[in-house]
């Protein structure tokens, strides 16, 4: 980010530059496809037709978008921190712990809509605790919190493992995964959402904890962009010695963010367990921790911009598994190649095209703010 | 008896499953020391297991495979080092994007070349490393104890095995015996330094970064062609991050690369071994808490706990030349 470059417009910052990195990531992609003898285009367009083209299919990509805005508001509150959570996979993973025991609880005795708050409690609290350790070792004893968040990805898988085999799993049954929750461990679906529309939601599980997801992204953007707290979490990720001067608690500040950001990423476990399936099974988090990190960069950690990324990773979801149907020769795996390549293009290689874009702008004439003036830091 | 032969079999074990963790550890040590972090290891080292697996089901020789392994990690490589030393961009971001991509391509790629859901074709006897039986293993089997450790642990390797033990000393050396590693390990200290001695700091990262490619190359050739016979979609499931643990549990050192490897080996092995036996003084152990203990151990040292683990100064961080 100390790049010297020249300050461009917010429109082509923030617009501009990651479309362009995401239509070079899908240019990539496209020849992946071509090189296992399909057709990109049409590839594309059975990608549209299956998320959007009919009712359950926008179910299914909203159903997605929803684990996708809280994972990428939980890597998005780490960046603004200057930190990398890797580990909202694991985060959101023993955050199921927080949905299923509250669940099997009080499921049989409760209405949903007093199981759902202790659900949600239950969630932020377990994948803040997971996040806490992380978070702490990094203020107070200096280890790197990518490192020990990826460690924390396996070590949760374990404990997870283990938990559902030896401890969960209800007597007699082969199954990992818990007993089937009743009436009160299941959230209505959102059909009366949709229905205004003319659309039919069918089977797809779009379920309340979209709106609870939309809520998180508010508040997020309140308390990032509206609060001491999120002033100074800003300042410690654009300077962590200009917070330290002025006299901003460096470790607390890293702590509270990690904790909220394993918060965020533990409610996503609201969604499959309590939204979907109606019991826990292992792996229900099924890789949206790590798709977080690509949202986060395409929507540049801004509320704003996270929500339409998460719906696009929605759209590839659940296209991506039309165009399995369609195109053998094309399996789901599809999305884990453009889910990388946009981190790639959109993270890693975010500046490449800029130089380029600025000249363009530059020569475009001059136009007033199009000055090269120096980027604030 | 019973006891020290079981032994030998936990050992063998041990140093069958600590090789890719001691080739791609090493790799990461070439790059993580020449200040470029690499959590991209596990990427690597798959998409170099399918290459090789695929190149030898196709050409039938061993050796083409090793090398389209190593082509392959080599190629990711130079892109990790594109995005973070000419790019300059976040090497963590760029590591997790290849390791994404190695995912999904291996197994679009496999499925559509090979239709078997994924796999690559069994290799056949040739396409394949074989073991090396050391002289005179055969006649001295019956020797007791020193019979047993030298036909049974020492002899009936792979090649690569050997080479990957050779290649500790060797890296040893390199790094601290020759210019070229005084340069590399100066480029991950402090590289302005090394930039105002005049020496390309962007050259000299990008070869220490081609050396993690090719070792992450050979460790995922083993995987495919050696320790089996063909490649299985994510076969490495998870060994790129242990070997990253077991880097920073070495605390960035050739030898107790070696070590830390082997320990997560044997840790590995005694887990497979001990389904539903109990320990002796402990009582039955949950295999999941042997499986997670490297991970548990590399963030208690990380913590500082059990001594402290120094990354090297530079690392992660992009070399901007002073204006």
């Known amino acids: 980010m100390s790049a010297p470059y020249a300050k461009l417009p917010a429109w082509v910052d923030y617009g501009l530059i990651p479309l362009i990195n995401l239509v070079v990531a899908f240019m990539v992609a496209g020849l992946v496809v071509l090189a296992v003898g399909e057709s990109p285009l049409r590839a594309a367009s059975l990608l549209i037709q299956g998320a959007f083209g009919y009712g359950e299919g926008i179910g299914f990509t909203l159903y997605y978008a929803t684990n996708f805005i809280f994972t990428g508001l939980a890597v998005a509150v780490a960046f603004h921190c200057g930190l ?3 580990g909202g996979e694991g985060q959101a993973y023993v955050a199921g712990l927080g949905v299923a025991l509250p669940i099997l609880w009080l499921d049989q005795i409760m209405p949903w809509y007093v199981v759902f708050p202790a659900a949600i409690l239950g969630s932020a609290l377990v994948g803040a ?3 806490f350790i992380p978070g702490w070792l990094q203020a107070k004893r200096g280890s790197h919190v990518v490192i020990t968040t990826i460690m924390f990805n396996f070590i949760a898988s374990s404990l997870m493992v283990y938990v559902l085999v030896d401890v969960l799993k209800p007597a007699g049954s082969m199954a990992p995964q818990t007993r089937t929750f009743e ?8 059909d009366w959402l949709l229905s205004p529309f003319g659309l039919d939601i069918g089977g797809a599980p779009f379920n309340l904890s979209f709106l609870l997801a939309l809520v998180a992204a508010f508040v997020v953007w309140v308390v990032i962009w509206r609060t001491r707290l999120g002033y100074e979490i800003r300042t410690m990720g654009h300077s962590p010695k200009a917070a330290r001067y002025a006299g901003i608690k460096e470790s607390r500040i890293i702590i509270i963010t990690m904790m909220m950001s394993g918060a965020l990423a533990g409610m996503m476990a609201l969604n499959p367990i309590m939204g979907d399936q109606h019991r826990m099974q292992l792996d229900f988090v099924t890789g949206a921790g ?3 990190i690509a949202v986060a960069l395409m929507g540049r950690s801004h509320p704003v911009g996270i929500v339409p990324a998460a719906i696009l990773f929605g759209v590839l979801y659940q296209g991506g598994a039309e165009i399995s149907f369609e195109m053998p020769q094309i399996s789901r795996d599809m999305i884990t190649i453009i889910q990388g390549l946009v981190i790639l293009f959109a993270g890693a290689l975010e500046n490449m095209f800029r130089p380029a874009i600025t000249t363009f702008f530059a020569t475009l004439g001059s136009a007033g703010e199009t000055k090269t003036a120096p980027a604030a830091e | 008896m019973e006891t020290f032969d079981t032994l030998i079999v936990i050992l063998q074990s041990t140093v069958r499953v600590s090789v890719p963790l001691i080739l791609a550890a090493l790799a990461g040590l070439y790059s993580e020391r020449a200040g470029i972090f690499d959590i991209g290891l596990e990427g690597k080292m798959l998409a170099a297991a399918f290459a090789g697996g695929a190149a030898a089901a196709v050409t039938a020789s061993a050796l083409m ?6 082509f392959v990690s080599v190629c990711l490589a130079l892109v990790h080092a594109f995005a973070s030393i000419t790019q300059r961009g976040n090497q963590i971001v760029s590591g997790v994007a290849i390791n994404f991509i190695a995912l999904g391509a291996t197994v679009i790629l496999g499925q559509a070349w090979f239709q078997q859901g994924g796999r690559t074709p069994q290799l056949v006897e040739g396409a394949r490393f074989s073991t090396v039986e050391l002289p005179f293993a055969a006649e001295i089997a019956n020797v007791p104890i020193l019979g047993s ?4 642990l020492l002899s009936g390797h792979f090649l690569l095995t050997y080479l990957a033990f050779a290649l500790v000393p060797f890296t040893w050396w390199v790094l601290y015996r020759t210019r070229f590693g005084l340069r590399l390990r100066a480029v991950g200290e402090n590289p302005g330094a090394v930039d105002t001695a005049g020496i390309s700091v962007t050259w000299m990262r990008y070869r220490a970064v081609i050396c993690c490619g090719i070792l992450c190359g050979i460790a995922g050739a083993y995987l495919s062609m050696a320790m089996t016979a063909g490649f299985v979609k994510g076969m490495t499931a998870g060994k ?15 030898v107790n690369v070696m070590f830390a490897c082997l320990l997560f080996g044997f840790l590995d092995a005694m887990s497979i071994r001990m389904q539903g036996n109990a320990l002796p003084l402990i009582g039955e152990v949950p295999v999941q808490l042997m499986q997670a203990l490297p991970y548990i151990l590399t963030v208690v040292l990380l913590a500082g706990f059990i001594g402290k683990a120094i990354p090297p100064k530079a690392g992660g961080v992009p070399y901007v030349k002073e204006r």
């Open chain 1, 290 to 292: 790590f798709v977080g």
């Open chain 1, 84 to 86: 990398f959570n890797i």
């Open chain 2, 240 to 254: 790129g991050f242990i070997a990253l643990a077991a880097l920073i549990f070495a605390k960035w050192k050739p």
């Open chain 2, 149 to 152: 450790i030298y036909s049974n």
């Open chain 1, 183 to 190: 009436e009160g461990g299941q959230l209505p679906r959102l």
């Open chain 2, 65 to 70: 495979g090793l090398a389209a392994a190593i």
């Open chain 1, 129 to 131: 605790a997971w996040a």
